[in-house]
Nanobody, 115 residues
Framework: QVQLVESGGGSVQAGGSLRLSCVAS????????KGWYRQPPGKPRELVAH???????NYADSVKGRFTISRDIAKNTVYLQMSSLTPEDTAVYSC?????????WGQGTQVTVSS
């Protein structure tokens, strides 16, 4: 069984920064592909950033240059460093772990950016 627990969300003013963390538990989950997704109010969920088990990363165009995904394998944790936040980044952010067709999700953490 894989469990993912996010933390680090909150309220911040435009231009500010936040770092989200996602701690994973379960066999070998540290080496699974990981993703951060977000769901803005009234909109569908979208991929924000992704890191493969090899450490390759990719980002949504809207966050390139502002957000950074990273991981600490020893801590089974994946991070999302968010900078230069705008109100358009307001959403529930969730992490996902995926491998061989299986995927697991965390409960999500709210990020609210005020202008």
């Amino acid at each position: 069984q894989v469990q993912l627990v996010e933390s680090g969300g909150g309220s911040v003013q435009a231009g500010g920064s936040l770092r989200l963390s996602c701690v994973a538990s379960g066999n070998a989950v540290a080496l699974w592909d990981k993703g951060w997704y977000r769901q803005p109010p009234g909109k569908p969920r979208e991929l924000v950033a992704h890191i493969t088990n090899h450490g390759d990363t990719n980002y949504a165009d809207s966050v390139k240059g502002r957000f950074t995904i990273s991981r600490d394998i020893a801590k089974n944790t994946v991070y999302l460093q968010m900078s230069s936040l705008t109100p358009e980044d307001t959403a529930v952010y969730s992490c996902q772990a995926a491998r061989l067709g299986m995927e697991y999700w965390g409960q999500g953490t709210q990020v609210t950016v005020s202008s």
